[in-house]
């Protein structure tokens, strides 16, 4: 089937293929929620900004997360608090007491981890970054979350704090299972002791401009699919999504590479292709935004002229 086909196809349908190609692992770390935010909503300031900033910011990861998982999806990654936060001074300390746990405690989650039968995780150094701080009492409310969501089996969500190394983790977990059981761990007892439970591979990555793989500890090999928008993460839509979940299905599964059959006029096609492209490289951009921001130079460019700063 082609493109156009699948992206017409019932969503039931998508997902059951989906899910035919085995349980899928994604990482979609959600950024540029604030730039979004500002764009499309930012007249709705109500009695406190920032309690509005995150309604609104926090339906819309409700929205986003039910689409991934409806679109057969089962398990997601999404990274949400790194160690770089907490130093952003004072200034936002507010932001990170209320934001911290929003996804944990708030209604219109819990709710939604009811509907959909999704568990909840907490992953990475959580305990490590936020004990002795101010915000260590998210840590309870962490607990508290993945034990109301335990009985949950059909989807999952791993909500990454303080993900970004894991090598003293990971080497704490070693010390405490040779002491348990005279033996070093595997890498499937590794990943159940860092996540809470066994996750595989990791099969696809939806990240936002500029490309950057991150906060997916011992799940990354390799042979994952890398997935960058231009548009801020909240802007992914279904037709996206299927435009993704198309390709990583169909356009990345080509595995012979034994070119000694393939015909004349596809060698001519294919250099022609790479004559016309050779000065293009995926991942350059160009500075806007006023020069806050780093814009990527977009397949649609390829053919012309670089754009302008924006």
């Not at 039910?66 to 770089?84: C, E, V, W, Y």
């Not at 991942?283 to 924006?310: F, K, M, Y």
């Amino acid at each position: 089937m082609d493109l156009d086909e699948f992206r017409r196809l019932p969503t039931e349908e998508i997902a059951r293929l989906v899910r035919a190609a085995g349980p899928q692992v994604c990482v979609f770390p959600i950024n540029g929620t604030r730039r979004w935010f500002i764009l499309e909503h930012g007249a709705e300031t109500g009695e406190d900004p920032l309690v509005t900033y995150l309604e609104v910011a926090g339906r819309r990861h409700i929205e986003l997360y039910r689409m991934l998982f409806d679109h057969g999806l089962g398990t997601l990654l999404t990274p949400i608090f790194g160690p770089d936060i907490l130093a952003r001074g004072k200034g936002y300390e507010r932001v990170i007491q209320i934001g911290l746990t929003w996804w944990a405690e708030r209604p219109e989650f819990l709710e939604f981890y009811d509907q959909a039968d999704v568990r909840v995780r907490v992953y990475g150094d959580a305990r490590r970054c936020l004990e002795g701080t101010p915000y260590a009492g998210a840590l309870d409310i962490f607990d508290e979350v993945t034990r109301r969501t335990a009985g949950h089996r059909s989807r999952r969500l791993f909500f990454g704090v303080c993900a970004q190394d894991a090598t003293e983790t990971v080497a704490e977990i070693a010390v405490r299972f040779y002491q348990e059981h005279s033996r070093p761990p595997n890498r499937q007892e590794i990943v159940e002791a860092y996540y809470g439970e066994y996750v595989a591979p990791v099969d696809l990555f939806i990240g936002m401009a500029p490309p950057a793989v991150f906060d997916m500890p011992l799940l990354a090999t390799g042979r994952e699919n890398l997935y960058f928008t231009v548009a801020p993460s909240p802007y992914l839509d279904r037709d996206t999504l299927r435009v993704i979940l198309y390709d990583h299905l169909y356009a990345r599964r080509v595995e012979d590479e034994d070119y000694s059959d393939l015909p004349a006029e596809e060698w001519q096609r294919l250099a022609g292709f790479y004559r016309r492209h050779r000065h293009q490289v995926l991942g350059v951009g160009r500075i806007g935004g006023g020069g806050r921001l780093w814009l990527p130079l977009t397949q649609t460019e390829a053919e012309g002229e670089p754009p302008d700063n924006c």
